[in-house]
């Protein structure tokens, strides 16, 4: 579709306001019939004036002191919308209206557009190569599409006469036209003999008639006013590329474009036709995707695409304010097949290309931000070129992953059994509905369309990091962001939905709310099941444990929810210690969890092997425990994302792979195993007979809790096959499965099944990628107290200048690593920084009266510190020391 034809339609459906127009096509329709070349020559200078009257209305000739009332030059004339000047245009023109000359100071794409448009009305068969017609190939008024050899052919010219205005023009005619872009920079590819037949047949088989009123339609795009008609004009893109492309593949030479972008953009006033190009181009290319539907008419719509963003210029800030934000928009409307087509497309870029369009995008989106003051009424997710911003980012994203080392075929198998749901009636069946979320987790569509998950991803081309925008992540309001999230409307964005941008903290926030929110959804459930029922109420899931039978006492009771009542596990947790006084807001179940863990993963029960090299505990494939003690594990490693705590768990990172449904491969073991890992890849690049020097079969041998050695044939009679140069590369492979898979099969799916029961109605895998699993299950390594000093408050009497205040942190500074992490587990309840680290944990030191002999207290819960006011340094470092040290148990103050 030609730009000057859509003018009529940037913002809004083809109106039935044009429909003059059709009484100037009715008018000819007999001669039309009569005489079909002669019809179609008065539609086309029909067409070349209703466009110049349109463009003298919005543009105007360029003359400052014109004297026609109906031109947007002269001083009297009120400015109309793109629909009123169509309009305006047409009733001009069956009036036969004064029509200016333009000025010869006018410039711009819409006039160079109009030059050319003149030309190619008064003579429709003119040819591009036309080489014989020297005043045309000077002007280069026929030029209506380009390829590498006629910008290059047209440079020289301009060099030469040092006036690079034709070019100027062309660019600004061909860049600003969706159709001229579609069908400029076309690869050429030879076709086999049996191409070469189908297309001849198919030639043929075209109606002549046909043609000529499909292109006749085309001609009177702008005054028709039906979505069919306009369609018509876009349907013609691409008849003549016959070509059949692969998925990842498109017609456009994309070395070709860079090549000429690269000889081009040095030129600054070259530069400036691409700017203005774009901000003409974007509002059309958006109306033929919202409404006209033009991709499914013709793929190789896609090519402009393609072609816009080879412009490296295109972060630039000439660009931010409005050429960038537009075609974002535009892009962002394209349907899910072609942003697959671009994924894939882009997927086989270098990774300094990718970072370029990433930069772009990002670029975009800060400037934004940052130009803007969003808060809790003026959201982000209002910004139009944020959210289209975003929504492009997205396709570069799954770009990146697709062009990455991927491993798409080791995936664990699904859980045999299915969760066990709730055997009491939800708040949706005592109402007569359905139970929540049957539809399962969410996957995103793009993922789905190209048939890869992000966890598939081992190395991607770029950094995942490097998606992520912080000054988004500052000023989003994810409360509400979480509801446009769990909402799903069309009408508000949900950055929820590009969990790539968002950072570790925002996304644990999102997952916060998930988490809080279900757990207010049970508690209501069971009042409303009191009430039904006439039982006890008992809103939360209530563990009271003896601290030195904790084991015992919380996975018998965790046992019991998970077979008689596995909702109640999204309740919120409530611990109590036997025998204490401490009431649970947090703070007790963190040290709930801190004793669990050390009394699981105690190497003496023998459920997990504790590696001294790599500190990191691995699943023990001889454990006399059986399935249901590995499940309670889960369920504890659930509840404890579930209710935000953090635990002092080590496990290697293949574990929340697995956990996020990838097998572990050999990769894996550099991790889980070092030593195993080092071996075999000295076996796989050993140069030498490994069958003559090694003596390897296909039998390994492994030891139990005991110390006895346990043989394992990786293949059948695996004792007489020996490894050898050419099998090797697959013993590595099964070695591997089985030390990470196989061996630990029975145990790792019971622990997946317990730590699903809670979080299999969790964005948990939509959000976060393993490592950031990690993260959230062991918190951050790195203890910054620096940080933690920054967001410190004070209450009581006590601030940031307080003599007390000063010693303290001196204090606090001076201790070493271990007695830094036993304040953190005294007045935390964890001696881990939260996701984001220290700087994100807001604690509190509060006065607690004058100098005495009393040791410091804390309320875990909320992390304050209740200091008394000790009359000198280093009383206060052995009061502290003795606190954190000798801390243990909970009492009422």
């Known amino acids: 579709?030609?730009?000057?034809?859509?003018?009529?339609?940037?913002?809004?459906?083809?109106?039935?306001?044009?429909?003059?127009?059709?009484?100037?096509?009715?008018?000819?329709?007999?001669?039309?019939n009569e005489n079909p070349e002669a019809s179609r020559m008065k539609r086309a200078a029909a067409k070349h004036l209703i466009e110049r009257y349109y463009h003298q209305l919005t543009e105007g000739c360029g003359n400052d002191s014109c004297s026609n009332s109906w031109c947007a030059s002269s001083l009297?004339?009120?400015?109309?919308?793109?629909?009123?000047?169509?309009?305006?245009?047409?009733?001009?023109?069956?009036?036969n209206a004064k029509l200016c000359d333009p000025h010869p100071s006018k410039k711009g794409t819409a006039s160079?557009?109009?030059?050319?448009?003149a030309h190619s009305n008064s003579d429709s068969n003119s040819k591009m190569n036309n080489k014989d017609n020297h005043s045309v190939r000077d002007n280069f008024k026929d030029v209506s599409y380009l390829t590498e050899e006629k910008v290059y052919e047209i440079l020289d010219i301009c060099g030469e006469k040092e006036d690079y205005s034709p070019l100027i023009r062309v660019i600004g005619r061909v860049f600003s036209s969706a159709e001229g872009l579609v069908q400029s920079f076309r690869r050429s590819k030879p076709h086999t003999k049996e191409e070469l037949k189908s297309l001849q047949g198919k030639d043929e088989d075209k109606d002549e008639d046909e043609k000529e009123a499909a292109t006749a339609s085309a001609a009177v795009a702008m005054e028709e006013d039906s979505p069919a008609s306009s369609s018509s004009s876009s349907g013609r893109l691409g008849d003549t590329?016959?070509?059949?492309?692969?998925?990842?593949?498109?017609?456009?030479?994309?070395?070709?474009v860079r090549r000429v972008y690269e000889r081009l953009l040095s030129n600054e006033k070259i530069e400036a036709a691409f700017l203005n190009a774009l901000v003409y181009l974007s509002p059309n290319v958006e109306c033929d995707l919202t409404y006209h539907n033009v991709y499914s008419r013709d793929p190789n719509y896609l090519n402009l695409f393609v072609i816009v963003m080879e412009n490296s210029n295109l972060h630039s800030p000439e660009y931010l304010e409005i050429a960038l934000p537009q075609f974002c928009k535009a892009m962002s409307k394209l349907p899910l097949a072609a942003q697959a087509k671009l994924a894939r497309l882009w997927s086989h870029y270098k990774a300094e290309q990718i970072r370029r369009m990433v930069e772009t995008f990002q670029q975009l989106i800060t400037y934004k931000v940052i130009s803007n003051e969003f808060n809790s009424r003026n959201l982000v997710n209002d910004d139009d070129a944020v959210v289209a911003a975003t929504k492009c980012l997205k396709i570069v994203y799954y770009a990146n992953v697709l062009g990455g080392d991927l491993d798409v075929e080791h995936n664990e198998d699904e859980d045999e059994e299915p969760i066990p749901e709730s055997s009491e009636l939800t708040l949706q069946e005592l109402l007569g509905e359905e139970r929540r979320n049957k539809k399962g987790p969410r996957v995103d569509p793009l993922e789905t369309e190209l048939g890869i998950r992000t966890n598939d991803c081992r190395r991607p081309l770029v950094l995942f990091e490097e998606f992520v925008n912080e000054p988004l992540n500052e000023v989003l309001e994810m409360d509400k962001d979480y509801t446009f999230f769990k909402v799903e409307t069309e009408n508000k964005f949900s950055f929820m939905t590009c969990p790539f941008i968002l950072n570790a903290v925002?996304?644990?926030?999102?997952?916060?709310?998930?988490?809080?929110?279900?757990?207010?959804?049970?508690?209501?459930?069971?009042?409303?099941?009191s009430l039904v029922q006439g039982q006890q109420l008992n809103p939360y899931l209530r563990l009271k444990v003896r601290r030195d039978h904790i084991i015992d006492d919380a996975l018998v009771r965790l046992e019991m929810i998970a077979m008689e009542n596995p909702a109640d596990l999204k309740k919120q947790l409530y611990v109590e210690f036997e025998g204490e006084q401490g009431v649970d807001e947090g703070g007790v179940s963190k040290e709930f969890f801190q004793l669990v863990v050390e009394e699981i993963f105690n190497p003496d029960i023998g459920m997990f092997t504790y590696d001294e090299r790599t500190r990191l505990f691995w699943f023990n494939p001889s454990s006399f425990e059986n399935d249901g003690q590995y499940t309670l594990i889960g369920i504890v490693l659930g509840l404890a994302i579930y209710n935000n705590c953090i635990l002092d768990v080590h496990f290697p990172m293949v574990v929340y792979r697995k956990l996020m449904g990838k097998k572990g491969t050999f990769r894996d073991l550099a991790d889980a195993n070092p030593v195993l890992h080092q071996s075999l890849k000295e076996l796989m690049e050993y140069e030498g007979s490994v069958e003559d020097d090694m003596m390897i079969t296909f039998q390994i041998s492994q030891t139990d809790l005991f110390g006895n050695a346990l043989m394992y044939d990786l293949r059948e009679n695996g004792d007489k096959i020996p490894v050898t140069n050419d099998n090797r590369k697959e013993f590595i492979s099964q070695y591997t499965d089985y030390i990470l898979n196989k061996s630990v099969e029975k145990q790792f799916k019971a622990f997946r099944r317990g730590f699903h029961m809670v979080t299999n109605e969790s964005p948990l895998k939509y959000l976060f990628r393993p490592e950031e699993i990690e993260l959230l299950i062991c918190g951050s390594r790195n203890l910054d107290f620096l940080a933690l000093e920054e967001t410190t408050e004070y209450d009581g009497g006590y601030n940031r200048d307080s003599r007390i205040i000063k010693e303290f942190w001196e204090t606090l500074h001076s201790f070493g690593e271990d007695q830094k992490r036993l304040f953190l587990q005294f007045t935390t309840g964890t001696d881990r920084a939260p996701v984001g680290g220290l700087g994100k944990l807001k604690m509190i030191i509060a006065k607690n009266g004058p100098d005495t002999d009393r040791l410091p207290t804390s309320h875990t819960c909320f992390n304050v510190l209740l200091l008394p006011e000790y009359n000198s340094k280093e009383k206060l470092r052995e009061r502290l020391l003795k606190a954190i040290t000798y801390a243990k148990g909970f009492g009422m103050l």
């Open 241 to 256: 590329d016959v070509q059949k492309l692969a998925p990842d593949e498109v017609s456009v030479d994309v070395e070709a």
């Open 112 to 117: 160079a557009y109009l030059e050319s448009s």
């Open 506 to 529: 925002t996304k644990n926030l999102g997952l916060y709310y998930d988490n809080r929110i279900r757990m207010y959804s049970e508690r209501r459930i069971t009042v409303l099941y």
């Open 1 to 32: 579709m030609n730009p000057d034809e859509k003018e009529d339609c940037e913002c809004a459906p083809p109106q039935a306001e044009l429909s003059p127009a059709r009484g100037v096509v009715r008018e000819n329709e007999e001669s039309e």
């Open 76 to 95: 009297g004339f009120s400015r109309m919308d793109n629909n009123a000047a169509a309009v305006k245009a047409l009733e001009l023109y069956k009036v």
